[in-house]
């Protein structure tokens, strides 16, 4: 038992390292550290601030209109395609966000093809819209993206107990309007609350849109200070203030998921007369396009814009075809090998707090997931900071070689970034397994390694199976720690996906971008049809 909790403790400290190493450097508080940081507040953190600020609440605009408005016409209103647009809906979950900066900039440009087409057959001049590389274009395409975080769980909400509480509003009187805005959306506020809070997190995460469009984050000011501008003090700085904003809006989420969970106690069970009102007609149409919309905006046009992209590029040269193998492997390799840790952590001390129910495990299982909620461009800085201190101390002591020059560094950047996916997964999956199941097993006399052997891995295979392709995916679309981690000559598809765009050959950007799409599509499907049984 000691030597388990001792590699469990061990485990832990490795995953919660990176964002300590980052809080910690304020203890290195120094002349230096004081001039850096004065340095920053007169120059480039304000706007950052302001920038970040600003796209969080456009992009909070955006998921909320589109997330509750389609959740709440699928769950409250009968009208045909309802079905089939309830899942169509998650597609843009498919879909990296700076894959749909790269076809919409394409697109929508000055020279891109729908502004030429329009000049030529109406005989306008210049620009006919601003630049789409500004802070609303990043705030139109994270919408675009993240919207699904809401509609998931205002879905859900809404599904509980909607339908009947609008019933008998309707039998006391209350108008359609009233019933939606009185009712339906005040029940699903926690719910919005808490997909909103995760579509913040992902914003403040995000580097690939940012960098593409120009936008000043923190993610871009990070990745600046660290690579371009070679001060280490200044990224540490800027991630630590990054590190607040994302614990506060943390914060927010849980206290939203708290009042989701009361929100959601199921009441009775539903009856004939509490059925979505049936639409026809113009409302029938609205509704559609309603729903029908955001898919078309956040998957179908950008699939066909980088597919378009993809035969013009093939008309014009060879694409590398050669290279792609290359790179299709090296994503494959990189997100099977920190799928497969991350499975068999997430399963090891889910099933030890399943058994030891102590403060220590679960305090510990908590700490462990923290690292979803930290941008990738922060773990890179809590990754490289210890190394760059060892060096500078130790310059024989290798620590550099082997974090950037093996893949050593980098699936422990996926490993702190994507174990909270695999442990929600598998603590799910034991939530649905009664302990009562674990005690007739201790009581006809078999051991631990029995009951986990013979009860709880084969309840377990389809959920661990389910983490798996999670963080696999996950992993295949990471971008930041991937471009600054990755040893030399092990390029991915989202680092190459990103270097062609940015250097405007969108033709062979266009084959790694269509092939992430393609390995998120799987996942996505499976969770729809998880949804609709």
Same mark, same amino acid.
């Given at each position: 038992?000691?030597?388990?909790?001792?590699?469990?403790?061990?485990?832990?400290?490795?995953?919660?390292?990176?964002?300590?190493?980052?809080?910690?450097?304020?203890?290195?508080?120094?002349? +230096?550290?004081?001039?850096?940081?004065?340095?920053?507040?007169?120059?480039?953190?304000?706007?950052?601030?302001?920038?970040?600020?600003?796209?969080?609440?456009?992009?909070?605009?955006?998921?909320?209109?589109?997330?509750?408005?389609?959740?709440?016409?699928?769950?409250?209103?009968?009208?045909?395609?309802?079905?089939?647009?309830?899942?169509?809906?998650?597609?843009? /979950?498919?879909?990296?966000?700076?894959?749909?900066?790269?076809?919409?900039?394409?697109?929508?440009?000055?020279?891109?093809?729908?502004?030429?087409?329009?000049?030529?057959?109406?005989?306008?001049?210049?620009?006919?819209?601003?630049?789409?590389?500004?802070?609303?274009?990043?705030?139109?395409?994270?919408?675009?993206?993240?919207?699904?975080?809401?509609?998931?769980?205002?879905?859900?909400?809404?599904?509980?107990?909607?339908?009947?509480?609008?019933?008998?509003?309707?039998?006391?009187?209350?108008?359609?309007?009233?019933?939606?805005?009185?009712?339906?959306?005040?029940?699903?506020?926690?719910?919005? *609350?808490?997909?909103?809070?995760?579509?913040?997190?992902?914003?403040?995460?995000?580097?690939?849109?940012?960098?593409?469009?120009?936008?000043?984050?923190?993610?871009?000011?990070?990745?600046?200070?660290? /690579?371009? =501008?070679?001060?280490?003090?200044?990224?540490?700085?800027?991630?630590?203030?990054?590190?607040?904003?994302?614990?506060?809006?943390?914060?927010?989420?849980?206290?939203?998921?708290?009042?989701?969970?009361?929100?959601?106690?199921?009441?009775?069970?539903?009856?004939?007369?509490?059925?979505?009102?049936?639409?026809?007609?113009?409302?029938?149409?609205?509704?559609?396009?309603?729903?029908?919309?955001?898919?078309?905006?956040?998957?179908?046009?950008?699939?066909?814009?980088?597919?378009?992209?993809?035969?013009?590029? +093939?008309?014009?040269?060879?694409?590398?075809?050669?290279?792609?193998?290359?790179?299709?492997?090296?994503?494959?390799?990189?997100?099977?090998?920190?799928?497969?840790?991350?499975?068999?952590?997430?399963?090891?001390?889910?099933?030890?707090?399943?058994?030891?129910?102590?403060?220590?495990?679960?305090?510990?299982?908590?700490?462990?997931?923290?690292?979803?909620?930290?941008?990738?461009?922060?773990?890179?800085?809590?990754? =490289?900071?210890?190394?760059?201190?060892?060096?500078?101390?130790?310059?024989?002591?290798?620590?550099?070689?082997?974090?950037?020059?093996?893949?050593?560094?980098?699936?422990?950047?996926y490993l702190v970034r994507f174990i909270a996916v695999a442990l929600q997964s598998v603590q799910s999956g034991y939530a649905r397994i009664p302990v009562s199941a674990d005690e007739s097993a201790r009581m006809l006399g078999s051991r631990a390694s029995d009951i986990f052997a013979r009860v709880h891995w084969p309840l377990l295979r389809p959920t661990v199976a389910s983490a798996l392709l999670l963080v696999w995916v996950d992993v295949m679309k990471e971008l930041p720690a991937t471009l600054v981690l990755r040893p030399f000559n092990t390029d991915t598809l989202a680092v190459m996906a990103y270097q062609l *765009?940015?250097?405007?050959?969108?033709?062979?950007?266009?084959?790694?971008?269509?092939?992430?799409?393609? %390995?998120?599509?799987?996942?996505?499907? /499976?969770? %729809?049809? *998880?949804?609709?049984?």
């Open positions: 038992m000691p030597f388990f909790t001792f590699f469990r403790g061990l485990a832990v400290c490795l995953l919660v390292a990176p964002v300590l190493a980052v809080l910690t450097a304020w203890l290195q508080w120094d002349a +230096s550290s004081a001039v850096v940081w004065q340095g920053l507040l007169d120059t480039v953190l304000p706007d950052y601030t302001r920038t970040s600020l600003f796209l969080c609440a456009l992009v909070a605009l955006g998921v909320v209109s589109i997330g509750a408005v389609s959740a709440a016409a699928v769950t409250l209103f009968d009208f045909p395609g309802r079905q089939t647009l309830s899942w169509l809906l998650l597609l843009p /979950l498919a879909m990296p966000a700076y894959v749909v900066a790269y076809a919409y900039t394409d697109f929508l440009q000055y020279s891109g093809p729908l502004q030429n087409w329009l000049r030529l057959h109406t005989g306008w001049q210049g620009a006919l819209w601003p630049d789409i590389r500004s802070t609303w274009g990043a705030a139109v395409v994270l919408s675009l993206s993240l919207y699904p975080y809401v509609y998931l769980l205002c879905r859900s909400a809404l599904a509980e107990r909607a339908p009947q509480l609008m019933e008998a509003a309707r039998l006391l009187g209350a108008g359609l309007l009233r019933r939606i805005f009185r009712v339906a959306l005040p029940l699903a506020r926690p719910a919005i *609350a808490a997909g909103l809070a995760l579509a913040m997190m992902e914003t403040l995460a995000d580097f690939g849109v940012s960098s593409y469009f120009g936008v000043q984050t923190f993610s871009t000011g990070i990745y600046k200070a660290w /690579l371009v =501008m070679d001060n280490r003090v200044a990224a540490a700085q800027l991630s630590s203030v990054l590190l607040f904003f994302v614990a506060a809006v943390l914060w927010w989420e849980h206290r939203a998921q708290d009042r989701l969970r009361f929100a959601n106690r199921r009441g009775p069970a539903r009856s004939n007369e509490s059925q979505p009102l049936r639409l026809g007609g113009w409302r029938a149409a609205l509704a559609n396009v309603l729903c029908l919309l955001p898919v078309l905006l956040g998957f179908v046009f950008p699939v066909l814009i980088m597919g378009h992209a993809l035969w013009v590029g +093939s008309q014009q040269q060879a694409l590398p075809w050669a290279a792609f193998g290359g790179w299709f492997w090296n994503s494959l390799r990189l997100g099977g090998i920190s799928a497969l840790l991350a499975a068999a952590l997430a399963l090891w001390l889910a099933h030890g707090l399943r058994t030891h129910p102590t403060w220590w495990r679960r305090l510990s299982t908590q700490l462990a997931g923290l690292g979803y909620a930290v941008p990738g461009v922060v773990i890179v800085v809590g990754l =490289m900071l210890p190394v760059s201190w060892v060096q500078l101390h130790w310059p024989g002591s290798g620590a550099g070689y082997w974090l950037t020059s093996t893949v050593l560094g980098l699936i422990w950047a *765009a940015r250097d405007e050959r969108l033709g062979e950007a266009a084959l790694p971008s269509l092939a992430l799409v393609l %390995a998120g599509l799987l996942p996505v499907l /499976l969770m %729809a049809k *998880a949804q609709q049984k």
